[in-house]
């Protein structure tokens, strides 16, 4: 199964983040090489059974868009759909492989994951649902994907993720350990920057801090 190694750091400064950038030589990539809008559904059973053992289950929408609202995405490109299951986080020393490549003070997290495009997230989010599953929590964000000039040999396999999300502006870096690293480096950050946990457990680490029962992690369109 394809492994994900990725981090993410939250952006308190985006203009001295867009300066590191820019230094760098980041350009977008992708589909339309634009900020994407992403519409998320994480599908588990009632009692949680898929979470309850580290698993996810996700149905992604992926739509050109601008704006911080649904309702103003771009509607001429046909938006990506794809599925996403992912395995428990493992200890980085085994997922990589070869324990004398790995810095036990540098973490990261890595998962197991399969994704696949699909057709119709509605027909899918149907068959979930008959298999007595349900969309429990929804999240939406932007994102940027970045590379570094291809002369850059040692971010050949790095993507760098601008992430706009109802909690803040983060960067997720994905790719080798070692690119990760020094990329996180160049950007300005330290080690002890570094975040393993998802945008769910983000989003319910502020809700109990501010004493909010979670719902759906989305933008306020009003």
């Known amino acids: 199964m394809p492994r994900e190694i990725e981090i993410k750091l939250r952006v308190e400064d985006m203009k001295s983040l867009s300066r590191a950038l820019k230094r760098l030589g980041a350009k977008p990539v992708g589909e339309g090489k634009g900020r994407i809008h992403e ?17 996810l289950l996700r149905i992604r929408t992926e739509s050109p868009g601008a704006n911080k609202s649904r309702s103003t995405t771009a509607k001429t490109a046909k938006p ?30 890595v998962r197991e994951e399969i994704e696949i495009e699909v ?17 429990w929590f929804r999240y939406e964000k932007y994102r940027t994907t970045m590379k570094l000039p291809t002369a850059l040999r040692w971010a ?45 457990a983000l989003y319910l680490e502020e809700c109990r801090r501010r004493g909010q029962s979670p719902r759906d992690m989305v933008f306020d369109h009003k």
Request: proline share 8%; no cysteine; hydrophobic share 40%.
């Open 39 to 55: 519409w998320n559904v994480i599908y588990d059973t009632p009692q949680g059974g898929l979470a309850k053992h580290g698993q």
């Open 80 to 109: 990506r759909i794809v599925l996403t299951f992912k395995q428990p986080a493992v200890k980085p020393e085994k997922a990589i492989g070869n324990p004398a490549n790995y810095v036990p003070s540098w973490p990261h997290k």
């Open 119 to 135: 057709a119709d997230a509605a027909a899918l989010g149907s068959i979930f649902e008959g298999l007595g599953m349900r969309g």
């Open 156 to 200: 050949k396999n790095l993507l760098i993720e601008l992430d706009e999300t109802p909690l803040g502006t983060f960067v997720e870096l994905e790719g080798p350990p070692d690119a990760i690293d020094r990329a996180a480096q160049l950007l300005g950050y330290r080690r002890s920057d570094y975040i393993l946990k998802s945008y769910l």
